[in-house]
């Protein structure tokens, strides 16, 4: 698919209307074509690579009470997810281990790790970012990462980081969950801000002011906690974003970040085709 030239904030709720659900459809290498839930897509396309995603939820065609089995491989690309509503079972078959996952369980699986998802009744849903490039990564990851949104780990680190016009910067602090994935860059992790929280510009209220490039990619970003402003430089357009939507930013526009107080956190997936050099 042709990329466009233009920049572009994508947005999303998590309740998308009723019209903008599809049946989800994928090739399943050892079982063919396989239609199961439905999918709302919130971002179409990055700027290099194979980029989506929106939200998965369960729907007809599951078993009488909304259960459901189902084996899924991640056949288009690394996928990070979030669990945002129901619980299910993962199984990854080439090891036989099992993993249980409910609301805010981050799941990381590479592509083309088989994994049995025994989904519990009644109803399940997910976000998911689904990233696919075209240059193989020299040291790809072999298994399923289940973390927690609420995990509180001594990896905590501050944000530091440079802006092309504005220079270095400070703005919050971040984990990382996966620092690789099967092609190009895919970095993901989670990222707070807030009162006490380090930052060169927070307000007495915990509010964080940034501005912003990406300048290692585009990022992809489902928002945990919080509410969270993005205004466009050159447009001026402002975007208002609350707690379990979805944001993309497109790499190289820049945007000014603000994270209202008193704290915000996000799930973000960095992606670029480019292999990022240490």
């Known amino acids: 698919m042709a990329q466009p030239t233009t920049h572009v904030v994508h ?13 989800f459809e994928w090739e399943e ?3 063919g074509k396989q239609v199961f839930g439905e999918v709302s897509i919130a971002r179409k396309f990055g700027t290099s690579g194979n980029l989506t995603s929106g939200f998965w939820r369960t729907s007809g ?8 089995r189902a084996t899924y491989s991640a056949p288009l690309g690394d996928e990070t997810a979030c669990v945002i509503d129901g619980s299910a079972t993962l199984t990854v078959v080439a090891t036989g281990q099992t993993y249980r996952v409910g609301p805010g369980s981050i799941i990381s699986a590479p592509k083309n790790l088989e994994v049995v998802w025994h989904i519990d009744a009644p109803f399940f849903k997910k976000w998911w970012c689904i990233w696919d490039g075209t240059r193989p990564a020299p040291s790809p990851p072999a298994g399923l990462a289940v973390h927690d949104a609420s995990d509180n780990p001594a990896e905590w ?13 400070v703005a919050g602090e971040l984990y990382f969950i996966r620092t690789g994935g099967s092609t190009g860059t895919m970095l993901s992790g989670v990222w707070r801000s807030g009162k006490g929280i380090a930052g060169s510009d927070v307000d007495a209220r915990g509010a964080l002011t940034t501005p912003y490039t990406g300048v290692l990619g585009d990022e992809t970003i489902f928002l945990l ?5 993005v205004t466009e430089t050159d ?3 402002k975007h208002d974003f609350k707690a379990g939507d979805a944001i993309g930013l497109t790499s190289g526009m820049h945007i000014t970040w603000v994270s209202k107080g008193p704290f915000s956190k996000k ?12």
């Open 29 to 31: 290498p050892k079982l």
């Open 157 to 169: 680190a501050d944000y530091r980081f440079t802006e092309p016009a504005e220079g270095p910067l």
């Open 225 to 229: 906690e919080g509410e969270v402003e």
């Open 61 to 68: 065609g599951a078993n009488a009470d909304g259960s459901f």
């Open 235 to 237: 447009s001026g357009k």
């Open 267 to 278: 799930l973000w997936v960095i992606t670029r085709d480019e292999v990022k050099k240490d």
């Open 11 to 23: 947005g999303s709720s998590p309740v998308p209307p009723a019209s903008e659900w599809i049946p």
